[in-house]
């Protein structure tokens, strides 16, 4: 039967070559689209998996880039039952690099407490070093640094190179690789420097990293953490309210004011009102729910751009079986007068309409992993699309499926006529 199927196919090779050729079309489409979401879920399992503390930052603040907390209260988080040892740390954003604005990607300035960064278990960037070596006590007050590999390609640097953020110059002792769009953007080097550049007040921090020792559950760590400072109020970071309901001005006043050290001013509390959290902790879970909460219209679109490509695809299969079968009426008329059972007929045409569905989703599926990898290859600092074997299975799965509906009608029309009916339509 599939071998028959198949000769009928290529009895007919330009009508044949039309529907496999849209059914091809629409799942590239589909390959190439998902692969952006499943590239923003990779990226983030990959960057934030691989960090097991807690992030303490001012809530709404999508970044810590935009937060600000007092410096103290890294000294009282210390003290935290289950809290095994903190990290201060200051974000700030590098205007310049080597005289040229950084938009895109951006270039981040990531200010770490160096002592307290070498006795953490496990530690991003200091883990990921590849040429030269990570920061070290002789390099607190300097502005010793370590970029990504990215960085070092961007502006033809090599360790032991001087690189100039804004107005400073800054030496090169280390390079790291962390294989992440969200990680491989930051200049790393010692807090004061960071503060140094970015006008940042000591008294000021943009956030508190803190291991657990694993006797506190992660849960009753953070509600610990939280009521420790529940109450206090230094105002809240206008991150993620800017993105949702302000405009493109009102988010470069507020990141500017941001960047700049100053810090929202205080709001006088209702005394009605329960205490607000003056903490914000997430662990890296948390980190990826933030990002698939700003990626939902992503999805949305997504889907529709998809769904289009698929009806194309599906009224293309059937408009093929559609006419084959018409053409071939007196065909059936006979082999149903020859002893062929309505099942038969119906057997057959299913699987002219899934063999269809199988190689189209075949070459979709190949062209659309073709086009991922050659935009990551055109664009690897700022795309990271990821075909998985998941959708790839999927899609292939889809394509079949779909050729099998699109033969559905067609092969319901032919088996319902006797064999009598068939040959005088024919």
């Known amino acids: 039967m599939l071998r028959f199927a198949a000769q009928n196919l290529l009895s007919r090779p330009v009508r044949s070559l039309l529907a496999l050729l849209g059914l091809t079309v629409a799942i590239m489409g589909m390959v190439g689209l998902f692969s952006i979401a499943v590239g923003i879920d990779d990226t983030v399992r990959s960057s934030f998996g691989r960090i097991p503390g807690l992030a303490a930052m001012q809530p709404g603040a999508p970044i810590p880039l935009f937060s ?82 990215q960085i070092a390609d961007a502006f033809h640097k090599q360790v032991g190179d001087p690189l100039r953020v804004d107005t400073y110059n800054l030496t090169i002792v280390g390079i790291y690789r962390c294989n992440s769009l969200l990680l491989d953007v930051a200049i790393v080097l010692d807090e004061a420097a960071v503060r140094k550049i970015s006008k940042m007040e000591d008294r000021f921090i943009t956030s508190v990293y803190f291991e657990p020792d694993g006797t506190v559950a992660n849960p009753e760590l953070i509600e610990a953490v939280q009521a420790k400072f529940r109450g206090r109020n230094v105002g809240h970071s206008k991150g993620l309210d800017t993105l949702t309901s302000g405009g493109p001005v009102d988010l470069l006043n507020a990141a500017a004011t941001l960047l700049q ?79 062929w059972s309505a099942w038969d007929i119906l057997r057959l045409i299913t699987w002219e309409s899934a063999l269809l569905g199988i190689f189209g989703g075949s070459c979709g599926c190949l062209l659309g992993w073709a086009v991922v990898q050659f935009a990551n290859w055109m664009l690897p600092t ?38 009598m009916e068939a040959i005088r339509r024919g």
């Open 261 to 339: 050290g100053a810090v929202p001013a205080e709001s006088q509390p209702d005394p009605a009102a329960p205490p607000e959290e003056a903490l914000e902790i997430r662990s890296a879970s948390d980190w990826g729910e933030k990002v698939k909460e700003l990626s939902s219209d992503l999805d949305i679109f997504l889907y529709l751009m998809t769904g289009i490509g698929v009806v194309i695809a599906l009224l293309s299969i059937l408009n093929t079986m559609l006419m084959s079968v018409a053409e071939r009426m007196i065909e059936f008329g006979v082999l149903k007068a020859n002893g």
């Open 382 to 419: 700022k795309l990271h699309l990821y075909a998985s074997p998941g959708l790839l299975l999927f899609s292939l799965g889809f394509s079949t499926f779909l050729g099998v509906i699109g033969g559905l009608y067609p092969a319901w029309w032919a088996v319902r006529m006797s064999p």
């Open 68 to 149: 600000r907390i007092p410096s103290s209260w890294a000294d009282e988080i210390a003290t935290v039952k289950g809290v095994r040892i903190v990290r201060t740390e200051v974000w700030a954003r590098a205007q310049l690099v080597e005289g040229k604005p950084t938009f895109s990607p951006p270039r981040l300035l990531f200010g770490l407490d160096i002592e307290q960064t070498l006795a953490l278990k496990k530690a991003v960037y200091r883990d990921d070093i590849i040429k030269g070596r990570f920061l070290s006590l002789a390099d607190v007050g300097t502005f010793n640094c370590i970029v990504s590999q």
